[in-house]
């Protein structure tokens, strides 16, 4: 059964840039959210993706938007990168929209 | 204050000892409290999940929920070397579909 996977694991981007991370759900989940995690802090919301939706929305700026395609996969797309935007990319995926969440291994990024 | 409270730690415990882990939160609506473990460098991984008052049971782990306390703890008995993580509390509010952490507490078991 695979688990949660996400592509690349690693990223390396300068200021302005754009970037766009993918996320596979586990199998049998239909719902993904991303999170982000900032070094020495605890994942934060960004949004969660149900149904090909934006079903809620954390407290993050326009420059993140994401897309759920129809095989429940998905992407996250972040515009005119900030260092401030330096962390770990997680993915969780769950049944339903409010149910337990499974994390992938995460997408390292990297803003110089 | 913040919606999920831990305590940051580091908390030490000797090896085969019973680490206590606890955390707070806020919203008496909350429903939903998750266990995450996460090894330096990389992501949460699920450890235990309780939705009812009292106590669950998954082999060296124990999550213990007290609503009326809004209080929700991990037990892990005969600690190990790789127990040695951050635990984060996570909580489900119904209506709110993210999880809210709080900052962690991490977990040092000496051999």
């Known amino acids: 059964d695979a688990g949660v996977t996400q592509s690349p694991t690693h990223l390396i981007k300068t200021r302005g840039q754009q970037v766009t991370l993918r996320c596979s759900p586990k199998s049998g989940h239909d719902t993904v959210s991303w999170y982000q995690q900032a070094l020495g802090q605890e994942p934060q919301f960004i949004f969660q993706?149900?149904?090909?939706?934006?079903?809620q929305r954390g407290n993050f700026p326009d420059r993140f938007s994401g897309h759920q395609f129809p095989n429940y996969s998905s992407e996250l797309n972040v515009n005119a990168l900030l260092l401030g935007d330096s962390a770990l990319y997680l993915c969780a995926s769950s049944q339903g929209t409010g149910e337990t969440q499974y994390f992938g291994p995460g997408t390292r990024l990297l803003v110089l | 204050q913040k919606e999920v409270e831990q305590n940051s730690g580091p908390l030490s415990v000797p090896e085969g000892a019973i680490a206590s882990l606890n955390c707070t939160y806020s919203?008496?609506?909350?429903?939903?409290f998750f266990w995450y473990r996460q090894y330096s460098g990389k992501s949460p991984e699920l450890i235990m999940f309780?939705?009812?008052?009292g106590d669950k049971e998954d082999g060296r782990f124990t999550a213990q929920l007290n609503k009326a306390s809004q209080y929700v703890s991990l037990l892990i008995r005969d600690s190990q070397p790789s127990d040695s993580a951050t635990y984060l509390c996570?909580?489900?509010?119904?209506?709110?579909?993210?999880?809210?952490f709080g900052s962690g507490t991490r977990l040092q078991v000496q051999p």
């Open positions: 919203d008496r609506g909350s429903q939903s």
């Open positions: 309780i939705y009812s008052n």
């Open positions: 993706y149900y149904e090909e939706e934006e079903r």
């Open positions: 996570a909580v489900l509010v119904p209506g709110r579909r993210a999880l809210t």
